[in-house]
Nanobody
Framework: QVQLVESGGGLVQPGGSLRLSCAAS????????MGWFRQAPGKQRELIAS???????GYASSVKGRFTISSDNAKNTVYLQMNSLKPEDTAVYYC??????????WGQGAQVTVSS
């Protein structure tokens, strides 16, 4: 089962930027796709960005145009560049395999707090 470690979270002011990284213990090319998810306090975890093995990208409407997902297959790492951050982006961010049947355990996540 793939192990995932997220990093890069922190406190940022509204309008600021952060870049999250997700390091996988094995080849991410083994999977059809990877995704970034987030869970805000009192809310369910939601998929916000995805990247397939073929390079297709997908975004939730709430982050489209502000967030960019990418991957470095040689480093088995998936990134999430977050720009124009808003207070409502405050959440714990996780990465995982898109296919629920291939999905590994959830990592500790990366806390992102957007506040002035």
């Amino acid at each position: 089962q793939v192990q995932l470690v997220e990093s890069g979270g922190g406190l940022v002011q509204p309008g600021g930027s952060l870049r999250l990284s997700c390091a996988a213990s094995g080849s991410i090319l083994s999977f059809n796709g990877m995704g970034w998810f987030r869970q805000a306090p009192g809310k369910q975890r939601e998929l916000i960005a995805s990247i397939t093995r073929g390079g297709s990208l997908g975004y939730a409407s709430s982050v489209k145009g502000r967030f960019t997902i990418s991957s470095d297959n040689a480093k088995n790492t998936v990134y999430l560049q977050m720009n124009s951050l808003k207070p409502e982006d405050t959440a714990v961010y996780y990465c995982n395999v898109l296919n629920i049947f291939e999905r590994g355990s959830w990592g500790q996540g990366a806390q992102v707090t957007v506040s002035s």
